[in-house]
């Protein structure tokens, strides 16, 4: 069966400071991968998805970006956090091919300060 | 691009109630539309879905039904119990190959007791 693993559940990170938020898939191969934001009491903002290795497209420009260096592994990452980059952060998988439930990992709880 | 919005942003009823979220959706090439729910500090995760094929869908007390022409679909919930008590998001998917879900801004349902 497939799964998806996010990392770290939760994450206190100084104004200035780097992120970088991991996902990986297991038991697919090829599938879509996204980066989701939820402020609080907020709805799910999509920030980025791929359809392959290398190929990322960005939804909202800001202090983001992402990669997709294996065809498994998603990674959100940022050169300086800002305050406003506080949220929960999830990652979201689906077959390829698009038009199907999207499985989410369990998010990370970033809490810049 | 797709929009979704969603009505209404709180919902509370009495155990035994029924309730309804409506959405309303701006790309008419959209033809995915998943519900998901959302526990405190959890992930979404699905709860139903319908496809542009198809009006209406049930499974025992939620149901979902969809208004092409008026590009509109709602979620139904009867005999609500407190357990329902959550975040519900709809959403909507583009025709193409990336599966890209555009979310709601959520309701969040409390059943009382």
């Known amino acids: 069966s497939q799964t998806i693993h996010q990392w770290p559940a939760t994450l206190v990170q100084p104004v200035g400071s780097p992120l970088s938020l991991e996902c990986t898939v297991e038991?697919?191969?090829?599938?879509?991968l996204y980066w989701y934001r939820q402020a609080a009491g907020r709805g799910l903002q999509l920030l980025f998805y791929?359809?392959?290795?290398?190929?990322i497209s960005s939804e909202v420009p800001q202090n983001l970006s992402a990669s997709r260096p294996q065809d498994r592994q998603f990674i959100l990452s940022s050169k300086k956090l800002l305050l406003s980059d506080s949220g929960f952060y999830l990652c979201?998988?689906?077959?390829?091919?698009?038009?199907?439930?999207?499985?989410f990992g369990q998010g990370t709880r970033l809490t810049v300060v | 691009g797709e929009n979704v919005e969603q009505h209404p942003s709180t919902l509370s009823v009495q155990e035994g109630d029924s309730a309804v979220i409506k959405c309303t959706y701006s790309?008419?090439?959209?033809?995915?539309f998943p519900w998901y729910k959302q526990e405190l500090g959890k992930r979404p995760q699905l709860i139903i879905d319908?496809?542009?094929?198809?009006g209406e869908k049930k499974d025992q007390r939620i149901a979902v039904t969809l208004n092409k022409t008026a590009k509109h679909f709602s979620l139904h919930i009867t005999e609500t119990q407190p357990e329902d008590s959550a975040v519900y998001f709809c959403?909507?998917?583009?025709?193409?190959?990336?599966?890209?879900?555009?979310f709601g801004q959520g309701t969040t349902l409390q059943v009382k007791p």
């Open positions: 959403a909507a998917s583009l025709t193409s190959n990336t599966g890209k879900l555009i």
């Open positions: 979201a998988w689906s077959v390829v091919g698009g038009n199907t439930e999207a499985f």
């Open positions: 790309d008419s090439a959209s033809n995915y």
């Open positions: 791929s359809v392959g290795i290398g190929q």
């Open positions: 319908i496809r542009s094929n198809v």
């Open positions: 038991g697919t191969s090829n599938p879509n």
